[in-house]
């Protein structure tokens, strides 16, 4: 990714604390496949035929457990026909997953730290995290040299929250709140259960142990409120810092990709690192 382009950490790759985003993070919403008789759960009644449209892609997510309840009318694709779906427990578990209906990201805290939603007001900061080449040298851009690559940033991340494809806090120290870093949850899947994790710390800041605590709690908070059952990572080998905090948190190393990127110059390889709900400690 190009600077001040879409954004985010989830490929741990420094020589300090920061991983970046997987190339697929980028923005798109959750759209609806059309549910047929050979669809196993749903329940579908046709209703009057109206306009023809398409109400979805093959990324679909699909819900193999109804319940009781009506969900919202989905227009389809077809001769005018248009289904009333119904779902229980799988429906709860996306609006869980999506945060559905929250206009910006709750606040996560730690004993040392607060997790929460970026605003102008975060600009310098953030501009000061991702200037330094340090922070950026196994990421998915060049490090920043003005301010507005920033103030896009900041845009990117809200305009990603909104379409649900993207959860990044930014962190800080509790006693003054300004902002040392990011965490950051992407590829977020309601059909799956699963998102990518990530992280970048200032420069400033490194070796106190502030990314291991805030990523840890950002995986508490994706295991126990959104009810994911997987989460994963991308990591440069050479970054071994970042690669102690996932192994310190249980992540298990998946496998190894040669060659995966191209970035700052050089060809990079990348680790890839996962994590299930059922193997999760607590506090780890």
């Given at each position: ?8 950490p ?6 300090g ?25 749903w329940?579908?009644?046709?209703a ?10 093959s ?22 026909a ?15 997953i ?8 709750p ?9 929460r ?15 330094h080449p ?6 998915s851009?060049s ?8 103030e ?19 962190f ?11 965490c950051?949850?992407?590829?977020l ?9 990530g992280?970048?710390?200032n420069?400033?800041?490194?070796g ?16 126990i ?19 102690q905090?996932?192994?310190?948190l ?17 060809i ?8 299930l ?8």
């Amino acid at each position: 990714m190009g600077t001040g382009g879409w954004c985010s950490p989830s490929r741990c790759r420094s020589s300090g604390p920061a991983w970046r985003m997987p190339r697929r993070w980028w923005a798109r919403s959750h759209r609806w496949t059309r549910p047929t008789s050979a669809s196993p759960g749903w329940r579908a009644s046709c209703a009057s035929a109206g306009p023809a449209s398409t109400c979805g892609t093959s990324r679909s997510p699909s819900f193999r457990n109804s319940g009781a309840g009506a969900g919202p009318s989905l227009p389809c694709v077809g001769e005018g026909a248009s289904y009333q779906i119904t779902w229980g427990r799988e429906r709860s578990k996306l609006g869980n997953i999506m945060l559905t209906g929250a206009s910006t990201l709750p606040t996560l805290e730690t004993p040392r730290l607060r997790l929460r939603w970026m605003t102008e007001a975060d600009i310098p900061a953030l501009f000061e995290l991702f200037s330094h080449p340090e922070v950026t040298r196994y990421w998915s851009w060049s490090a920043y040299t003005e301010r507005a690559q920033a103030e896009k940033l900041l845009g990117n991340i809200h305009e990603a929250f909104a379409e649900r494809s993207l959860f990044q806090w930014g962190f800080a120290r509790r006693e003054d709140d300004r902002i040392i870093g990011t965490c950051t949850l992407s590829d977020l899947s309601g059909q799956h259960r699963r998102a990518s994790l990530g992280y970048a710390l200032n420069r400033a800041h490194w070796g106190h142990g502030y990314g291991r605590e805030a990523v840890a709690r950002v995986v508490e908070f994706g295991f126990i409120s959104l009810e994911l059952h997987r989460l994963e990572a991308d990591v440069d080998p050479r970054n071994t810092s970042s690669m102690q905090v996932l192994e310190g948190l249980g992540f298990q190393r998946e496998g190894y990709q040669r060659q995966r990127y191209f970035l700052n110059g050089e060809i990079q390889d990348a680790v890839l690192y996962g994590l299930l709900r059922p193997e999760w400690r607590p506090g780890a």
